[in-house]
């Protein structure tokens, strides 16, 4: 997947890693590679719990034999579907944005190719999640999806995330996330399916509100007026 560009890390390495990962992704939250480096140095358990899943899911083991990759080669045929489809969707969200599915930092610090692998699935499976419950890139909406998906994974970097997203809030913004979104997050993190199990790529040509409703997904209340 990755040959080649995974660093080896003893104990004292990943405390190091981990700790100034953190430092510098709450100094400046914009630097997708720190947030990346956190998740993999904090995260091996569960990434660990993660896999055991997907290998116990039919549809998680399929995921885990052929390791299908979420980069432009591989889904750019998301942007000819239906509107009314999961794929047409998720590429109507990359392209308001001006997003490419190329962006995400390469996993470098995990040991073995099977969890380099579930980790690489679960940074590049977030504009899906983005996309189904209907979450903004904006600091609120980046903090309910990171609540999410601590629902689904364990990380503590999504724990932490969340701890550092909250007090960049406005008292505004922290009146709402905490009022409105983080309640909702916390439920729709327990009630929707396994999300890592599912191998979105073969469900892109499928309405997407009959797979939200196939998976148990409840999008994002709108914001109160």
């Known amino acids: 997947m990755i040959q080649g560009a995974r660093v080896q890390l003893n104990g004292w390495q990943q405390v190091a890693v ?21 998740g993999e140095t904090t995260g091996r358990p569960a990434f660990e719990s993660v896999l055991q899943r997907m290998k116990r899911s039919p549809e998680g083991r399929a995921v885990l034999l052929e390791r299908p990759r979420v980069i432009y080669e591989k889904v750019g045929h998301a942007w000819d579907l239906p509107p009314n489809t ?23 610090f995990m040991d073995t190719d099977e969890l380099a692998y579930v980790a690489m699935r679960a ?11 209907g979450l903004p890139t904006n600091l609120i909406g980046e903090s309910a999806l990171k609540v999410i998906e601590f629902q689904q994974m364990y990380l503590p970097m999504c724990f932490l ?57 409840v999008p994002a209340p709108a914001a109160p007026v």
């Not at 969707?89 to 995400?104: C, E, K, L, T």
């Not at 940074?123 to 419950?133: A, G, I, N, P, S």
């Open 123 to 133: 940074r590049e499976v977030h504009d899906f999640w983005h996309t189904l419950f």
């Open 18 to 38: 981990a700790v100034g990962s953190a430092v510098g992704a709450l100094l400046d939250p914009r630097r997708a590679d720190l947030i990346a480096a956190l």
């Open 161 to 217: 995330s969340v701890i550092g997203g909250s007090a960049r809030f406005s008292e505004k913004q922290r009146k709402l996330f905490f009022q409105h979104y983080f309640p909702w997050a916390i439920r729709a993190g327990m009630r929707s399916t396994d999300l890592m199990c599912v191998y979105y790529e073969q469900h892109f040509h499928e309405d997407l509100e009959d797979l939200r409703k196939k998976w148990g997904i």
């Open 86 to 108: 999961f794929g047409a969707a998720y590429a109507s969200f990359m392209g308001s944005r001006n997003f490419s599915p190329d962006d995400r930092p390469p996993v470098r």
